[in-house]
């Protein structure tokens, strides 16, 4: 196993196909002079709750940024194409109100 000064909980296998935080880069040239150590497969890298949390914040926007996989979007596109989406026009108004509130508040008009 691979430490990581300071950096204990969490861990990610090195052997996988597409790291927690993105596509795979590629390894920077060592430096002349510098021997290589290349990372066994099976290996791990420890990280910090820190860096886990920041690996699942980043899994999350990116999952945002592609919402057609999930399928309560699917269905909501689905409904919309079909002309058959009536949204709760109750939670429309509370949201609007709450929204307006908020901007009066931010602007000190209330």
């Known amino acids: 196993m691979i430490k990581i000064s300071g950096a204990t909980s969490g861990s990610i296998p090195l052997d996988q196909s597409t790291s ?3 596509p795979a880069a590629e390894p920077a ?7 290589t150590n290349p990372v066994q497969s099976g290996e791990t890298v420890s990280l910090s709750e820190r860096a886990t949390d920041a690996a699942a914040l980043y899994k999350g926007v990116a999952a945002a940024d ?5 399928p309560q979007i699917q269905q909501l ?3 919309v194409a ?6 709760d026009s ?3 108004a509370k949201a609007l109100l709450s929204f307006e509130r ?4 931010k602007l000190g008009s209330d």
């Open 20 to 22: 927690a935080v993105g």
């Open 29 to 35: 040239a060592p430096e002349a002079g510098e021997g």
């Open 66 to 70: 592609r919402p057609e996989g999930d």
């Open 77 to 79: 596109m689905q409904s």
């Open 82 to 87: 079909e002309g058959s989406y009536r949204p």
């Open 90 to 92: 109750s939670k429309v």
């Open 102 to 105: 908020l901007v009066a508040r």
